[in-house]
């Protein structure tokens, strides 16, 4: 157990419905990171959250929003689904704002149908 | 645009062998690079780093080299052990605003009884 929780472990939905993905960072960290991680892709960096600020931006889409709430777990909502948002999802989390070791959760897999 | 490149999606080994993963980058701007592990139906879990500032760096069985000039590192695992099969994932970043983690597809390493 790294001590990220992700929620829910696995979902399947069908093509322009909308979920939420939840993070609850280790014990002490500031830092929520979200990646997605789609079939034969590397880890590609959605967003990244500090104390309840966003910090860094990288490859989301509009249809995909975060935040980070006052007791810092995050929450990832993704909209209007299409069947290529079919990933596995990560968030991990740090002390820091400007951390490269990352504690990573087990993922979230969403499935569109 | 693949900043960070693992050429080879896939490598089998012996064990009690040694285990060498490449990587290779592209922007010099890097100055932190790092490995990751990550088992199935688990996220990446650091495994060790390494600063441009050295040129070597071990962990006990795990040893990162960095060669600056060709922009390539490796990861050495010596001995080779079955529970090291998994996917090694290769991240870089840079300093100051540049410190946002760039990733490579991943190497699925599987280590032979």
């Known amino acids: 157990d790294s001590g990220v929780t992700q929620t829910p472990k696995h979902l399947i939905t069908a093509t322009g419905q909308r979920v939420t993905l939840r993070c609850s960072p280790r014990?002490?960290?500031?830092?929520v990171y979200w990646y997605q991680q789609s079939l034969d892709q590397g880890l590609q960096f959605l967003i990244h959250?500090?104390?309840?600020?966003?910090?860094a931006k990288g490859n989301i889409l509009e249809r995909f929003s975060a935040q980070q709430f006052p007791d810092l777990h995050s929450e990832l909502n993704l909209s209007s689904l299409e069947l290529g948002d079919s990933a596995l999802y990560f968030c991990?989390?740090?002390?820091?704002?400007?951390?490269?070791?990352?504690?990573f959760g087990a993922g979230s897999r969403l499935t569109v149908l | 645009d693949q900043q960070v490149k693992q050429n080879s999606p896939s490598l089998s080994v012996q064990e009690g062998r040694i285990s060498i993963l490449n990587c290779d980058y592209t922007n010099s701007m890097f100055d932190y690079f790092l490995w990751y592990k990550k088992y199935p139906a688990e996220g990446p879990t650091f495994l060790i780093s390494i600063s441009s500032i050295k040129d070597k760096n071990e962990d006990g069985r795990f040893t990162v080299f960095l060669n600056k000039s060709a922009k390539h590192l490796s990861l050495h695992i010596v001995p080779s052990q079955p529970g090291d099969s998994a996917v090694y994932f290769c991240a870089a970043s840079g300093a100051g605003n540049n410190r946002k983690l760039i990733w490579g597809l991943g190497t699925s390493l599987a280590v032979n009884p």
């Open positions: 014990s002490g960290d500031l830092s």
């Open positions: 959250y500090y104390n309840g600020e966003e910090r």
């Open positions: 991990a989390s740090s002390v820091g704002a400007g951390a490269n070791v990352l504690t």
